[in-house]
């Protein structure tokens, strides 16, 4: 007789794409123990650089994954962002400290994204429930009941396969598949622009480019300078509707808009492409046991250098979230919190970079600038948004639900978050915690809630910064709910 084909194996979850989202989201959910298949359609990562930019939001999340470290040498720390009109007039300041910042790293930091996304992949391999196939091109869904049939052809042979997963991510770009299935269209925010992108590596030093990115909001031509890590340097130039694509469509025609900037003396052209960028957000970011995060939810202008850190920002909300539901912690129903929170802190990040596209392209300069700032006065300082999460868990009820507190360093020196892990936490004033019944504290605890209480003087400025006698902490470090009293603390081991 022949034996029955062996069944195929459900993986917990599924991520389509291995790009820095998906491979953030495989060692955040590797890091809780999930199993976890990762299709991807490329034999390796891109080899060329995309995104540059990340913040101190982002590092944390990194330093989540315990991975910080190992990304750091990879970075340059940036000074911040300087607006000037055609004639090199200062508009808008957006410079960062050199301290670390409230989150315990720099405000701002440049990277390779080669070399982040070689970091994350060997991050991922540190977990033996990660499992990666690459060449796997997913081209069918069929959810059921309990999971979801994924199907795909080895690219590497032309052989059909499939897999089955409780969850499925698409972290698979801007023509994502996943939201395709989910079938849902994109909110368009208004801003469509082509821009040609030239990354060039300088062959000798040209300090006089500077270390500040530089918004040149020209109406002839808007171009933006990045000074990016090592010495890689980026010119993202806007383009007409007369330019002659196909001519830019070799590297080499590049040089005629650096000639301002650099020569061919100056620095090579590692690559050039002619982008679209665009303004939106998927309407629906769940559908049954599909889900999408990054490029494949949301797009945005590239002004504030946002783009790759909101996607990051899924990573986060979605990971635990999933843990959670997997381990039969919470309902499935958790998971629509998901799209609530992150569709309007990501629109939030979009409708700013469009405002500030505004200024580069020198057709709403009004809607950025004060009336002194604009007629020749002192340059306008920009204040950076942070955005809270929208309505999810908690919300309604809570007090500052979605906020993301600063971090702080405890009385033993390590930071709140090494101490805690991807948990949550129950941060506390001793004498508070010290009044707290202790039924309320094992419940704390038995939610899987670290608790924390003492005096130090990062804990302090926390809470005295929420107005709070203590804080319940998610595994993404947002806040569940502050508490001032018993009855608000017991509110919170509920939701737990």
Not at 162 to 189: F, N, P, Q, T
Not at 293 to 313: E, S, V
Not at 441 to 467: F, H, I, K, N, Y
């Amino acid at each position: 007789m022949t034996a029955p084909p062996p069944e195929t194996p459900v993986h917990d979850v599924a991520i389509i794409g291995y790009g820095p989202v998906g491979a953030a989201l495989a060692n955040l959910l590797g890091a809780m123990g999930l199993t976890t298949l990762v299709l991807e359609r490329e034999a390796a990562a891109y080899h060329l650089p995309r995104a540059v930019h990340f913040d101190d939001e982002v590092m944390r999340i990194f330093q989540s994954m315990g991975l910080a470290e190992a990304i750091l040498p990879h970075t340059h720390v940036s000074p911040g962002m300087h607006f000037v009109d055609a004639s090199g007039r200062l508009l808008l300041d957006w410079s960062r400290p050199s301290s670390v910042g409230p989150h315990g790293w720099n405000i701002s930091y440049r990277f390779h994204q080669p070399d982040l996304e070689k970091v994350l992949r060997e991050g991922a391999a540190r977990f033996p429930s990660v499992e990666l196939r690459n060449r796997a091109e997913v081209f069918a869904l069929e959810p059921g009941e309990d999971s979801v049939r994924l199907r795909f052809e080895d690219l590497s042979n032309g052989q059909p396969g499939e897999a089955r997963a409780r969850y499925v991510v698409g972290c698979d770009g801007a023509r994502s598949l996943v939201r395709r299935w989910i079938g849902e269209a994109m909110e368009d925010l208004g801003f469509h622009e082509r821009w040609l992108v030239v990354d060039a590596i300088l062959t000798r030093p040209r300090p006089d480019l500077g270390d500040h990115s530089v918004q040149h909001c020209d109406p002839r031509r808007p171009a933006t300078y990045v000074r990016g890590t090592g010495n890689r340097r980026r010119w993202e130039i806007a383009l007409r509707d007369e330019d002659d694509l196909a001519a830019l469509s070799r590297p080499e025609a590049a040089w005629q808009f650096l000639a301002r900037w650099i020569t061919p003396e100056d620095a090579t052209i590692e690559r050039s492409a002619i982008y679209t960028f665009h303004s939106t957000v998927a309407r629906r970011w769940r559908r049954g046991r599909l889900l999408i995060a990054g490029d494949a939810a949301h797009q945005t202008p590239p002004f504030l250098g946002q783009g790759m850190c909101a996607g990051i920002r899924d990573a986060a909300n979605l990971a635990w979230k999933l843990a959670r539901v997997l381990r039969g912690e919470a309902s499935d129903s958790l998971l629509d919190t998901y799209g609530t929170e992150r569709a309007p802190h990501a629109r939030g990040y979009i409708r700013e970079a469009v405002r500030l596209g505004g200024l580069i392209n020198a057709k709403a300069m009004e809607s950025v600038l004060t009336p002194e700032a604009l007629s020749g006065g002192t340059a306008d300082r920009l204040v950076p948004i942070r955005p809270a999460l929208g309505p999810g868990l908690a919300a309604g009820w809570a007090r500052d639900a979605g906020v993301l507190p600063p971090q702080p360093r405890l009385a033993n020196q390590l930071w709140l978050d090494d101490h805690v892990g991807l948990r949550f936490a129950a941060v506390m004033r001793p004498g508070f915690a010290a009044g707290l019944p202790h039924e309320l504290l094992d419940r704390l605890s038995a939610g899987g809630a670290v608790l924390v209480a003492e005096a130090s003087p990062g804990v302090t400025a926390m809470l005295d910064g929420l107005d709070a006698q203590a804080v319940l902490l998610r595994p993404d470090r947002h806040v569940l709910g502050a508490a001032r009293n018993t009855d608000d603390m017991r509110a919170l081991a509920e939701a737990l």
